[in-house]
């Protein structure tokens, strides 16, 4: 058990550093755009050879294809609703109507910009992407493995995401207090996955873990394709396209060690 909390706090304490300096740095917002898409590339990654393979080779192709497209629903749904919430505070139907087509096209805000929504998006992101991904830790260090290359894996894609995340709440309002708190919750959630991994769910059948992992592909694919490459792409330009590579070649070649 100590050495799943151990690896858990060290792979987890990424997440909290990254807020602490995303709350506290003032990042440009082209760089911001550039980090969230190679953040949005890393995730690609392990939705695609971390979570949903897993879940195929445990469970099935209709398992894994009823979790991912479970959890692409329910992603995007809570998505609608944070939306919502957040146009909703702002009075937009207290303040006076535009009527010219100019302010349609030049200063009608985009739906990250009115939702709000790209910190919480990717804070949703790591936790569904992290949760699986630490309990394969864990089930690791259950079966005897080391489970350093994973460790340094989840350790070097944590840093960036919660730093862009942090800094994207932060650029949106967000008190210091609000940004580290929600990310310790996360960093704490993430760290027990590994705790529980190496414990009860090391001895369960292969099938139990495909359809929460395809979930989780799922929830992570509909907050690229919803919120996060959009924002980035709005902030960023074309280029960003290249760290989005970037990010996915990168923790490729992380999964592999």
Not at 57 to 62: D, F, P, Q, V, Y
Not at 230 to 245: C, D, F, K, N
Request: net charge negative; with cysteine; proline share 4%.
């Amino acid at each position: 058990m100590w050495e799943s909390l151990i690896f858990g706090v060290i792979a987890s304490s990424a997440l909290v550093l990254g807020a602490i300096a995303g709350g506290h740095i003032q990042i440009p917002k082209r760089v911001l755009a550039a980090m969230l898409a190679f953040a949005a590339g890393a995730l690609i990654t392990a939705l695609s050879f971390e979570l949903f393979e897993d879940a195929y080779e445990r469970g099935g192709i209709w398992r894994a294809a009823l979790g991912l497209t479970a959890g692409a629903i329910v992603f995007v749904v809570v998505s609608q609703q944070l939306d919502k919430l957040a146009a909703g505070s702002t009075g937009d139907d207290d303040s006076p109507k535009m009527d010219t087509n100019a302010a349609a096209t030049d200063t009608a805000p985009s739906k990250a910009s009115v939702g709000g929504s790209a910190g919480l998006a990717l804070l949703a992101a790591v936790t569904l992407d992290g949760v699986p991904e630490n309990v394969a830790l864990g089930v690791s260090l259950g079966e005897g493995t080391s489970g350093l290359a994973l460790l340094a894996a989840i350790f070097v894609s944590n840093f960036p995401e919660a730093l862009v995340g942090s800094a994207s709440m932060r650029a949106q309002g967000r008190s210091q207090t609000f940004i580290l708190g929600v990310w310790l919750v996360c960093a704490v959630a993430l760290t027990l996955a590994v705790v529980i991994g190496a414990g009860p769910l090391s001895r369960t059948q292969p099938e139990t873990l495909s359809f929460p992992l395809a979930f989780a592909a799922g929830a992570v694919l509909a907050s690229l394709a919803d919120t996060l490459m959009p924002e980035a792409y709005e902030q960023g330009g074309p280029t960003v396209a290249l760290s989005t590579a970037a990010g996915f070649v990168l923790s490729f070649v992380l999964s592999t060690l």
